[in-house]
Every structure is written in C-alpha cells, then in structure tokens.
C-alpha cells in the first residue's frame, strides 16, 4: 500500500528566511504533485513533477522530484505572509492509471513578521 | 474559462438520511474524482469516474456510490448517512492527457447531524 509523508506537519516561518518541505513515498512512481489549501478552501494545484530530477519554479516556490529516493522537495525562498496556508503533495501510481492521488497529511505554514 | 463546480456549498442531514452531491467538470475534461478531507483523516480518495465508467474506488463503504452523466458531470450519493461522514467532499477533474493534473472544485460541506 502506498503510504505518503510529509514533514514537517506544521511550520512557522519568519518572513525573509528559506524552509523546505519534505514529501517522501513508499511506492516507485514518477507522477507527484504539490497543491495549496487555504483555510476553508479548495485544493489550488502548485506543481506536477513528471520525472526523475524534475525542477518546477514559480515564484518563491520551487518543486524538485528525486524518484531514486522516492522523495520531493518544495522549497520556499524569502517566504512572506502570503505564503501561508497548508502545502499538499500527492502521488499518482501507473498501477492505478495515475488516477487515483495519495496525500500527505499537509503541511500547515505560518509566516510570521 | 470556468472551473470545477460543485454544488451545494454546505448540506446538513440527519443521521440516517441520504445526501447527493453534484460536480460539473471543466468543459473538455472527461474524468471526475472524489475526495474526502475529514477532520483528522486527511484526504481520501473516494471515486473515479471517466466516460461513464467507474475507474477505481477507494477504501468506502458501498453506501458511498456515485455516477457520471453524459455531459460528464458527476453525482456522489451518500446512503445511511453516519455522523463520521461529515466533512469536506471535493470534487476534481482532468483530460487524462500525460500529466493528469486534477483541478479541485470549491468543495460541498456535508455536517451530519
């Protein structure tokens, strides 16, 4: 069964510094995506990495895929308030016609002055 | 271009009772998904439909079914409803080209009372 994990669940970060969101998964896959939800809202799609070494960029937020370590990044440059929110990844498997995405449990920032 | 919409916004029901949630695609988008994000429980895959045709389901019990139109809009029925069925029902789409990026709906709450 695949199982998803991000880490860390929660964190706060102070305006102007860099952090990193880990997402690890227990099934090879190449197929990971990274999604934003804020409070009382929908999911709002971020990144689809497609491939080993895949790098997506938009903004302060950039995305990496390393299928050997069965682990994605999503790194936050010079966060600022607007940043806040909780960050999803998902997996897709090719045995489930990529259809069907395990989440993590989110990871819920906080930036702060 | 529009998104995902679903519909009603909020429902409350009785325990007991049955509910039925709507979804409409992004126009050109074939395949419907649904998700349920429960307090504590993260979010769960519930259903895939594309053409018509149930894909994969994920780990509910049958009182949880659903359908896809023509049109490719979808329903999801909710029978015997129980207090741990109240959360947010999501509702996704994609064109099932390579990447199968999912578009998220604004989500129908369901509180059972």
């Known amino acids: 069964e695949l199982k998803v994990e991000q880490n860390p669940l929660f964190l706060s970060m102070q305006e102007g510094k860099n952090y990193t969101i880990y997402c690890n998964y227990s099934?090879?896959?190449?197929?990971l995506y990274w999604y934003r939800q804020d409070p009382g809202k929908s999911l709002e799609s971020l990144f689809v990495l497609l491939s080993n070494g895949a790098v997506k960029q938009e903004g302060r937020l950039m995305a990496s895929l390393d299928t050997k370590a069965r682990l994605s990044t999503l790194h936050i440059t010079a966060a600022v308030h607007d940043l806040s929110a909780t960050y999803f990844c998902?997996?897709?498997?090719?045995?489930?016609?990529?259809?069907?995405?395990?989440f993590g449990a989110g990871t819920q920032v906080v930036v702060t002055p | 271009e529009a998104g995902v919409t679903q519909s009603p916004t909020h429902l409350i029901k009785t325990r007991g009772q049955q509910a039925t949630l709507r979804c409409s695609p992004i126009s050109g988008h074939t395949s419907v998904y649904w998700y349920q994000q429960a307090l504590g429980l993260g979010l769960q895959f519930l259903l895939w439909?594309?053409?018509?045709?149930?894909?994969n389901r994920g780990n509910f019990p049958p009182r949880f079914s659903g359908r896809q139109f023509p049109n490719y809009s979808s329903e999801l029925n909710v029978n015997a409803l129980e207090l741990e069925d109240s959360a947010l029902y999501l509702c996704?789409?994609?064109?099932?080209?390579?990447?199968?990026?999912?578009?998220f709906g604004p989500g129908t709450r369901l509180t059972v009372l």
């Open positions: 099934t090879t896959s190449d197929r």
């Open positions: 996704a789409s994609s064109s099932g080209l390579v990447n199968n990026e999912q578009f």
């Open positions: 439909y594309d053409e018509g045709e149930e894909r």
């Open positions: 998902a997996v897709g498997l090719l045995t489930d016609s990529w259809g069907k995405l395990q």
